[in-house]
């Protein structure tokens, strides 16, 4: 059984800790079990509770009316919503919801029901890249094994090499940027959603992948000339210094421009190195990208 923090259930559903304490003292529904140091855990099926309850409410329902709802009435009602926010949303929980059982099939075929509906491009923006978001906090905490890690990543990673090779513009750049993650990070599909993105706008790309040290950057950068250099941190290893990696790629690589997204960089508050650029939101790279 997956345990789960209060903590992450904010990072989940986007419900306040304090707002989960007011409703676990006021309704039935949920009911966190504790460890032998008092700290609410909670297990699969609360998760998924939360998840469902808390888009009720985001649109339109009162709790206590919730509250008063069987499990066939909340699936009933969340089905019903028309709002194509709310439906998105109710997409996401679904893949969630699949990924912590490990229903791989059911997890594939909303992924495919998704992209043969809207297309490609809005499957990603829409729902694969909101997924990524919110359970990327998992990664962070260790609150995900490992195998639904691979299982449900390695679905969406053949997706993105797909769709990448499917990407046909009009638009044609001289820009030409390296993608990489540095040794220890080895999640690779925001990278990926980054090298997708480059080429809807018609920027050239060179992709090295996960875990590549220092060096090897280095090396190809001296051979092939990039306009920028591209990484994207989502959970590197425990022993990664995100300062060491900074300070590593000034004075390896100080003539290229290095640009880095992903959850970790909304933590980092020191001052960066010249030509080091921080991206903290899905916004933020998409209007660099327009005026690269």
Known sequence: MNAFTIKDLENLSGI???TIRIWEQRYAFIKPRRTQTNIRYYSTEELKKILNISLLNKYGYKISHINKMSSGEIEEKIISLSQIQAQQERIVNDMIQCMVDMDIEKFEDVLDS?????GFDKAITQIIFPFLERIGILWLANHINPAQEH???NIIRQKLIAGIETVFTHIHSDKLVLLFLPEGEHHELGLLYISYLLKTRGIKTLYLGADVPAADVEFVCKLKKP???YTHLTSAAGNFNFEKFL???HTRLEDFPLV???QLTSSYKKSLPPKVSLKTSLQEVIDYMSVL
Do not use: C, F, P
Request: no cysteine.
């Open 151 to 153: 299982l449900v990543t």
């Open 247 to 249: 300070n590593q790629v």
């Open 114 to 118: 998704y992209i043969s509906q809207r």
């Open 260 to 262: 880095i997204s992903g």
């Open 16 to 18: 306040k800790a304090h």
């Open 227 to 229: 306009d920028y250099l």
